[in-house]
């Protein structure tokens, strides 16, 4: 039984910056926090979700175009937390987050958080 929550989202005005976290909690230990793969993804209204950033159990990163070098992803494996850090939004971003952990059966999703960014 594994739980992810998430807090953060919101609304911004165009250019802003907005930080989304997301904590593991449930059956789960530290250690085996630090060595899962965790990720971010957004979903559009009526559009099936995507993968914007990803960070694995050694800090490697990893991003989609649209978010590079505007989104930075990191982890703090003391709190079973990850965190994405939103810079320079557009109004394109507005969609509903989610945060991802591997379950090896089945994918463990945060519950979404709004972010609207307004022009």
């Known amino acids: 039984q594994v739980q992810l929550t998430e807090f953060g989202g919101g609304l911004v005005q165009d250019g802003g910056s907005l930080t989304l976290s997301c904590v593991v909690s449930?059956?789960?230990?530290?250690?085996?926090?630090?060595?899962?793969?965790l990720g971010w993804y957004r979903q559009y209204p009526g559009k099936q979700r995507e993968r914007i950033a990803g960070?694995?159990?050694?800090?490697?990163?990893t991003y989609d175009k649209s978010v590079k070098g505007r989104f930075t992803i990191s982890r703090d494996n003391a709190k079973n937390t990850v965190f994405l850090q939103m810079n320079n939004l557009k109004p394109t971003d507005t969609a509903v987050y989610y945060c991802?952990?591997?379950?090896?059966?089945?994918?463990?999703w945060g519950q979404g958080t709004q972010v609207t960014v307004s022009s």
């Open positions: 960070i694995e159990g050694d800090g490697t990163t």
């Open positions: 991802f952990a591997p379950g090896g059966m089945a994918d463990y």
């Open positions: 449930g059956s789960i230990s530290e250690s085996t926090f630090s060595i899962m793969t």
